[in-house]
């Protein structure tokens, strides 16, 4: 049972550069979510989705855009990186949480650099 | 607002010492539920425990313990006798029920705690 999974794990971008990070889920979850992860920041909400075919904006949204185009999978896109997406990015899966009840699982993130 | 505050950034202590991990919050939500969060060096975020707000009972879990106070709005997580392994940063965390979906989790800032031998 893989859980959560992020790919790659690492990447090197430089500024004006595009890339697509992949989050797969194989525990059948509804929600869906990609947080950044910045030194004394905590982890703080970029995008997240409720469901297979939708998305909505987190804390953090600007620069970042999602799709959910199959309910296992969660992709988070950078168009047009820019040094401050310098940042460790988290995808995590939870059930559909009722009363909040849900935690979150969390993949391994993926650690990007932009020079 | 909801907001999430763990102020100690970091905590250093030698093994077999007993430590508190204080979580502070806020929130004006009725229901509403706290986690704790571990992670290790490795990197990946493990869930520890998860508590909802009508329940107050303390709950321990082999060396951790957590203590849920409404009164302070606090939920302080203690590790008794610690040890090496513990070496994590330690992240409190607060459901926010959010344009009628919940579960979106609002983090503190983390607190490193480091276990010498």
């Known amino acids: 049972n893989a859980g959560v999974t992020q790919t790659p794990k690492f990447r090197v971008l430089k500024t004006g550069q595009s890339m697509t990070l992949l989050c797969a889920q194989d525990?059948?979850?509804?929600?869906m979510y990609w947080y950044r992860q910045d030194p004394g920041m905590g982890l703080r909400l970029i995008h997240y989705?409720?469901?297979?075919?939708?998305?909505a904006k987190g804390e953090v949204p600007d620069g970042y855009n999602v799709s959910r185009l199959k309910k296992q999978n969660f992709l988070l896109g950078l168009e047009s990186a820019a040094p401050s997406q310098t940042s460790v990015y988290f995808c995590?899966?939870?059930?559909?949480?009722?009363?909040?009840?849900?935690?979150?699982?969390f993949g391994n993130g993926t650690r990007l650099t932009v020079t | 607002a909801q907001k999430v505050t763990q102020a100690q950034t970091e905590i250093s202590v030698v093994e077999k010492e007993d430590v508190t991990l204080d979580c502070v919050y806020e929130?004006?939500?009725?229901?509403?539920?706290l986690f704790w969060y571990k992670q290790p060096p490795s990197g990946e975020l493990v869930f520890l425990i998860r508590?909802?707000?009508?329940?107050?009972q303390n709950e321990i879990s082999g060396r951790y313990s957590w203590n849920f106070q409404k009164s302070t709005s606090s939920f302080n997580f203690t590790i008794t006798a610690s040890q090496v392994v513990d070496s994590a940063v330690y992240f409190c965390?607060?459901?926010?029920?959010?344009?009628?979906?919940?579960?979106?989790?609002?983090f503190g800032t983390g607190t490193l705690l480091a276990v010498q031998p």
């Open positions: 995590a899966s939870s059930y559909i949480p009722g009363q909040g009840s849900s935690p979150l699982h």
């Open positions: 525990m059948n979850h509804e929600y």
């Open positions: 965390a607060l459901s926010e029920r959010w344009g009628g979906a919940t579960n979106k989790l609002i």
């Open positions: 508590r909802n707000s009508f329940d107050e």
């Open positions: 989705s409720v469901g297979e075919g939708t998305t």
């Open positions: 929130t004006r939500d009725t229901t509403y539920y």
